[in-house]
């Protein structure tokens, strides 16, 4: 059994679509569980409809809605002719549950409205898809994956329940591999024993296809990309990029956790604790070997570059100038943990601390009012975070002279520098 995942770019366009049927012929005969996400960008518009319907612009929101379903009627109509009306059939319950939702008023936490509204686009991708793999000759099976992949409901960042996920892929996945080799379903959304969806944070269905993979004791996951593998650096930011051939767990969960925006962070630990390799792929080259992560310590590893936009600097000061030892600290982390705030870069003094964090408005003036019962808090915006692993001399100068530098530190492995 292999897991693919194929991302939004994937899966941006026809031609595209189309692509992921001529790879998909190449594993005929294999069994396969593909995790899609939604097509290109459009968890970034149905935000916007969240959004919208969440500031009470309900005419905003439906007409935002509506843009996003022309959108998946038109690729439909391109990829599809005797699969056509029952794509569209089913395509129609996803528009109604969103609609309906449009219509009321909101009364719970905006996290809730979210997730039922941004998870219809995974939902409509893997149908239009699976209709297109159906008319295109390749027999699969589509699975709403709100029945085996069940969260709590920390709406926007469910947490796994990984017993019940388990139990359902026994009753429901693996049942329908015994009627076909292909079975198609959604990345980054679940379900609450309630019902109501959830999501696993935005690019979540790295993770969603790791989970599957994790349970299922897969032979491989491969994460199909429009990248020929995983490179030292985001190529799109830096050309000079090179790519990587093998790395380690270790050396990805790293990369992931500083910043690069290839693979989920969360991906790596489900794969690792089965030993199951990961193969990141090109999507449109499907000759490259890609990289591939796996236990084994990487050779010889170029040094490995992330630059992290739209950060914030918070500075704390206790306000009776008690030391920064367990208390402080320990109230601190409860504000973070209460309020899912993920420090990327702390500096302690005596009195102060400095914490950098992704600039998320919202959190960090709540973080704020209930840090200032004990800190003295200051802030300072528009900040990036550069990161380099494996760093020597020259990629220090090449990249980060001349730089107005905030925040400086440095161990053994990385360097990482705050700067304006
Ligand atoms: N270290 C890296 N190696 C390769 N690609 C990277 C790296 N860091 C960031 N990227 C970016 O990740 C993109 C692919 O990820 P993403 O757009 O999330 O794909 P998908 O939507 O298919 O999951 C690439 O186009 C590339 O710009
Ligand atoms: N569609 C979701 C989940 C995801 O993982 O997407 P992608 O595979 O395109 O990064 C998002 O954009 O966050």
Known sequence: MRVFKFGGASVQDVDHVKHVGKILEQYKGEKNLIIISAIGKTTNALETVAEAFFAGRKEDALRLFGDIRKQHLTLAKY?????FNPCIAQLADFFTEVEWLLHDKPVREFSYYYDQIVSVGELMSTCIISYYLKEYKINNEWLDVRDVL???NHFQEGVVDWDFTQKAVQSQLLPLFEKTDIVITQGFIGSTDQCENTTLGREGSDFSAAIFASILEADNLTIWKDVEGIMN??????PEAVYIPQLSYQEVIEMAYYGAQVIHPKTIKPLQNKNIPLHVKCFLDTGLPGTLINQHPAKDLPPILIDKQHQALIHLRTLDFSFI???PMSRLYKIFRELKIKPNLIQTGAISLQVAVDDQTDKIERFAIKASE???VQLQKDLNLFTIRHYNEGVISKYLLGKEQVLYQQNESNLQVLYK
Do not use: C, G, S
């Open 79 to 83: 990829l599809l002719v005797l699969e």
């Open 325 to 327: 030892e367990e208390k």
């Open 374 to 376: 004990w800190f003295d």
């Open 150 to 152: 069940r969260t709590d």
């Open 233 to 238: 650096a985001d190529p799109r930011r830096f």
